[in-house]
């Protein structure tokens, strides 16, 4: 294959054969995502934001206990970790997140992705994105159902798993494995597991369009504005928009009502609050729990009450962290719907307030 050589294409499959017949946990299910960049390495931090297409999603350092019951977190625990310049990401079930057309979009700005998946409800397939477009897939590993808005970007892979279409299991897997490693130089080892890895855990979707989570893909200006403003501005801001939705939804629950009571007196929150938090959350967005998504048809004062539970979770790590990140306004936007054009007035005044008096 183009950029590897017969003898080191031919050791990668070997290497993907033993991994997949050995013990370790990728036979039966497999979500495997390498972004190779095509400047400097890219900070994890950095994948993680763009995950969530902007957003700021919980990471935590995995353990063996941690990995043991990631099954918890299908969908929602995404294993980060660097090979070479390149970042691999794991989701051990086979049920990707990672791989959404969107989500390979947004991983891929000055990069290449390629993304491979298989899982025991039989899904499996290899996609490929590009300086943040998503270009192709392969369902099935099956060339034949090649398609996409650039086909011919993966023909040469396509022939390198047509030529072992009718080989015994698992040549098709392990071929598989081995075009993502010629194309990124990134090895999944057998042991990946063995040692503590970053897990970005990914919130459930608000909707299955999987929209961004990044405040500029909605309101550029504010959101350039914002940054530019003071760090109390900001807070300020964020403080407020979390009082309206609390008292617009009636989110005066246990855990969020004793953490917007120590922000406003500009106490730390510990783990153990913000993790009643996200209970609190996750009970009320409960109906939606086995899917991953949430639809907003089916109980649209259910949906926006949960997704301004999202938004008031948000800004309260945000303000608990210098208030640098945005995601509550995303998530206020859409909880609030048509009542956001007057949020949208205020923030505005506000920010042109704080430039006047800053002047």
Request: charged share 25%; with cysteine; aromatic share 8%.
């Amino acid at each position: 294959m183009n950029g590897s050589s017969p003898m080191n294409f031919h050791d990668a499959v070997t290497h993907y054969t033993d991994l997949i017949q050995s013990s370790a946990p990728f036979g039966e299910a497999l979500a495997w995502t390498v972004i190779r960049p095509l400047g400097k390495p890219i900070p994890l931090e950095n994948i993680a934001t763009r995950l969530t297409g902007g957003a700021h999603p919980v990471l935590v350092e995995s353990d063996e206990e941690f990995t043991e019951e990631a099954g918890f977190l299908e969908g929602k625990a995404v294993y980060l970790g660097q090979a070479g310049t390149a970042t691999m990401l794991v989701e051990p079930g086979g049920f990707s997140y990672a791989g959404r057309e969107q989500v390979m979009a947004w991983l891929s700005h000055d990069a290449q992705v390629w993304h491979l998946a298989w899982n025991i409800a039989g899904t499996r397939g290899l996609s490929y994105a590009a300086y943040g477009q998503w270009l192709a897939r392969i369902p099935t590993l099956d060339p034949g159902m090649l398609y996409g808005v650039d086909p011919d970007a993966v023909a040469e892979e396509a022939a390198a798993l047509k030529e072992v279409a009718d080989a015994p299991w698992p040549a098709t897997k392990a071929t598989a494995m081995a075009i993502v490693e010629a194309r990124t130089g990134a090895r999944l080892p057998m042991d990946w597991f063995d040692r503590p890895r970053q897990v970005a855990i990914v919130d459930p979707l608000i909707s299955d369009d999987c929209p961004p989570l990044g405040l500029w893909h909605y309101e550029p200006d504010m959101n350039a504005k914002l940054h530019l403003a003071s760090r109390e501005h900001r807070r300020a801001v964020l403080l407020r928009t979390v009082n309206v939705l609390v008292e617009r939804f009636n989110l005066g629950l246990t855990a969020i009502t004793r953490a917007v009571r120590a922000v406003h007196d500009g106490r730390p929150l510990d783990v153990a609050l913000l993790e009643e938090i996200r209970k609190e959350g996750e009970t009320l967005g409960e109906r939606w729990a086995g899917r991953g998504y949430a639809v907003r048809e089916e109980d649209e004062d259910t949906w926006r009450r949960w997704v301004a539970a999202n938004a008031v979770r948000h800004g309260l790590r945000s303000l608990d962290r210098g208030a640098d990140f945005l995601d509550c306004l995303t998530y206020a936007r859409f909880a609030l719907s048509e009542e956001w054009p007057e949020i949208r007035t205020w923030i505005r005044e506000s920010i042109r307030e704080g430039d006047e008096a800053a002047q």
